[in-house]
């Protein structure tokens, strides 16, 4: 640790909020804060290996969270620690998800803090533009907060060949996410951790409020709205300082997602508790570890296999057991699984981008005997995407679902515009179970597009 935790902490969060009152030009008059002061006059603190009292460091976070942004104690904070990782737009992306499955209502009741945890002074810059510019609104609302801890608060990572550069990345792993329990631990009754890339089930406030009151009357200190890693973990605000200090005395112990269950069991609690359906689970990642988009992981790319762009999948149709939407958009076996679906019911698939694409495939019920597919539906292409979240504003009809199937190509006459959204549809009522195997795309790229639209269309191209 290479500067002491107080006057860091207090530097960051004086930047951090000065950067959105600077960029929403929020019409705020904010008092001077003594503490920011104070540090000016503490830069030269020594160097120290110990971590202050988590008390300390609590007392400072709000004392400065009084004075730039009052607002009430909410029923859920939903924390997130995110670091650059190959996919730029993933938090944003997270952020979108969130907030669409909450409704105006429930948003009342939500606090979002996001912890900016890498030093990186390029990626805090563009981060903070991405976000105030899609969520200002929440922003100004106290609903989305955005603090960030300096790297001389964190261990010095070694370097990657190293044998200790693992233990480095989870021992910072886990001092981020203490610096982000300690700030949340009096904005909201509870606090649900989640990742910077991930989907989240519609209407997720209503059933996390559903199974607390089920388990009123039972003692607990975790509930798990996921089986992956530490995605989904809830827990009592007030056992957060206790969580955060534990945190920090075996920072170098083990991963984050380990140290969970043991302050679990110290805790008292010594079986798990899953809450299903799971509400939460990470988005498809199609880059590599060099950067480059890989998509199909273990898998070699042939002349007609599909390309699925990243995506978020949206249903209003009934979730049952662990079979959840965004797994008919996946490039493995697994399927999205439902019950008594509604005429006029959807799953929609909303690209991260725009895209040429070339052919969709879409495959209901079971593979042998067909049973469970759609007996009646179609497919629509959706253009234009809007809004925050974003939703496609025109849609136009590719085809119907010929017992339960399509496969269908797209040509340039079909479409002028790059397609955001691919919408399955469901025409009439239908009894029992529903299984939507895939939904597989084929993408063509700009060039080849480009080329085919001027081969096309000549005239146009010569403009």
Not at 134 to 142: C, D, E, R, T
Request: hydrophobic share 40%.
């Amino acid at each position: 640790m290479r500067c002491p935790i107080r006057p860091c902490f207090v530097t960051s969060m004086a930047v951090g909020f000065l950067w959105f009152l600077m960029t929403l030009k929020a019409p705020w008059e904010i008092e001077e804060d003594q503490n920011m002061k104070a540090t000016k006059g503490q830069d030269n603190y020594s160097r120290r290996s110990d971590l202050r009292p988590l008390e300390e460091w609590q007392d400072l976070h709000f004392k400065y969270m009084r004075t730039v942004h009052q607002r009430r104690k909410t029923w859920l904070t939903v924390g997130i620690s995110s670091v650059p990782g190959p996919n730029r737009n993933s938090l944003s992306h997270t952020l979108v998800s969130l907030f669409r499955a909450s409704s105006k209502v429930k948003q009342k009741h939500l606090t979002v803090v996001v912890h900016l945890a890498d030093s990186d002074l390029t990626w805090l810059r563009e981060t903070v533009v991405q976000i105030s510019n899609l969520f200002s609104p929440q922003i100004l609302a106290g609903q989305l907060i955005l603090i960030h801890a300096p790297a001389d608060a964190h261990p010095v990572l070694g370097d990657v060949r190293d044998e200790a550069y693992q233990g480095d990345v989870y021992s910072k792993q886990n001092v981020d996410h203490a610096f982000l329990m300690s700030f949340a631990a009096k904005l909201s009754n509870y606090f649900l951790l989640l990742d910077d890339n991930v989907f989240c089930a519609p209407n997720f406030i209503s059933h996390i409020h559903r199974k607390v009151n089920t388990m009123s009357s039972d003692p607990w200190v975790l509930l798990e709205f996921s089986n992956m890693g530490f995605l989904g973990k809830l827990f009592r605000s007030k056992d957060l300082p206790g969580l955060a200090h534990f945190l920090l005395l075996f920072y170098k112990e083990q991963p984050l997602h380990r140290l969970i269950p043991h302050f679990r069991t110290l805790m008292a609690q010594k079986n798990p508790v899953l809450c299903r359906p799971f509400l939460f689970y990470h988005r498809m990642v199609h880059h590599s570890a060099s950067g480059s988009r890989a998509g199909r992981v273990g898998r070699s790319k042939g002349p007609s296999s599909p390309d699925n762009p990243p995506a978020a999948v949206f249903t209003d149709m009934k979730v049952f057991g662990v079979h959840f939407p965004w797994e008919a958009y996946t490039l493995d076996e697994s399927f999205f699984w439902t019950y008594n679906v509604c005429a006029g019911s959807h799953l929609t698939v909303i690209l991260n981008h725009p895209a040429n694409v070339s052919r969709v495939q879409v495959l209901t019920g079971t593979i042998v005997d067909g049973k469970y597919a759609l007996e009646r539906g179609h497919v629509e292409l959706g253009y234009h995407p809007e809004g925050v979240p974003q939703y496609c504003t025109s849609f136009s009809v590719l085809g119907p679902l010929l017992e339960g199937q399509m496969d269908q190509e797209i040509f340039l006459k079909q479409t002028r515009y790059q397609v955001s959204c691919v919408k399955l549809v469901v025409d009439a009522d239908q009894a029992g179970g529903l299984i939507v195997r895939h939904i597989f795309l084929w993408e063509e790229s700009a060039k080849a597009w480009k080329r085919r639209r001027g081969a096309e269309n000549p005239r146009g191209n010569g403009k």
